[in-house]
């Protein structure tokens, strides 16, 4: 692999080994589009009624946000495809894993984003269903478990991913910039796993009235695509002065 390396294109100072789109990565780009879509028609059917389709209107920021974690995990599979252009058995299992947790994860993802969107406007956005006024907080519970355990998994195979990566650093002939773009993701998604764990573990002690904190602790991770574009400006700055000097 050593040998083949001169001629691919270079981005950021990072080699492109994975351009060819191979059959693994249009699986898992199709299985992405199917959750985004999936995150569309969980409303049901078109609306019938004005009042349905007010409810579909005000419900477009749950789409919105909800479909924007996807997007962040399928921007750290394109990253680690395009990079490292790995298409042997751990990168299959690896991929399979991430595909089934991404599709366990799709209805828990918009449920808990449609019930704290209904919280913060005082149910000016609707909720996703009405809970039982007795067991609420089992419901609520389980939704929270379901939610933080499928977004630990996603997070914690992105972290194996590129961690797979760091450990075949050799064989595939990493640059000091690979290693980095490889070590910021694994950190970076190592904390998003965390907060699902996070998540689970207030859901399963927190007293009942406190209960919406297991969700509200995921805003704590608001800060993190900024965090990756400060890192990225200053990768791109260490790169222009080693060309300059």
Do not use: C
Not at 18 to 34: C, I, K, S, V
Not at 40 to 57: G, W
Not at 101 to 118: D, E, K, Q, T, W
Not at 177 to 195: H, Q, T
């Amino acid at each position: 692999m050593t040998t083949t390396l001169d001629h691919l294109p270079v981005e950021r100072g990072m080699r492109l080994r994975g351009l060819a789109m191979t059959r693994l990565e249009t699986f898992a780009d199709a299985a992405f589009a199917f959750a985004v879509t999936l995150l569309v028609i969980a409303v049901d059917d078109l609306p019938e009624t004005f009042e349905e389709l007010e409810n579909a209107i005000k419900s477009i920021p749950v789409f919105l946000f909800s479909s924007a974690q996807l997007f962040a995990f399928w921007i750290a599979h394109r990253n680690w495809s395009r990079l490292y252009g790995l298409d042997n058995g751990v990168a299959v299992l690896l991929t399979l894993l991430l595909v089934m947790g991404l599709l366990v994860m799709v209805f828990p993802l918009r449920i808990v984003y449609a019930f704290g969107a209904a919280d913060m406007s005082d149910d000016w956005i609707p909720p996703p269903f009405v809970l039982d006024p007795v067991t609420w907080a089992e419901q609520l519970t389980l939704v929270f478990v379901t939610y933080g355990i499928s977004w630990a998994w996603l997070a914690g195979v992105i972290v194996a991913m590129f961690g797979y990566v760091l450990v075949r650093s050799r064989a595939l002939a990493l640059n000091a910039a690979e290693r980095r773009n490889a070590v910021v993701f694994l950190s970076m998604y190592g904390v998003i796993a965390l907060s699902g764990v996070s998540s689970v573990t207030l859901a399963l002690t927190l007293p009942h009235e406190l209960l919406h904190l297991a969700g509200y602790q995921y805003f704590l991770l608001l800060p993190m695509p900024f965090l990756a574009l400060v890192l990225r400006a200053r990768e791109r700055k260490r790169l222009r002065d080693l060309v300059e000097q």
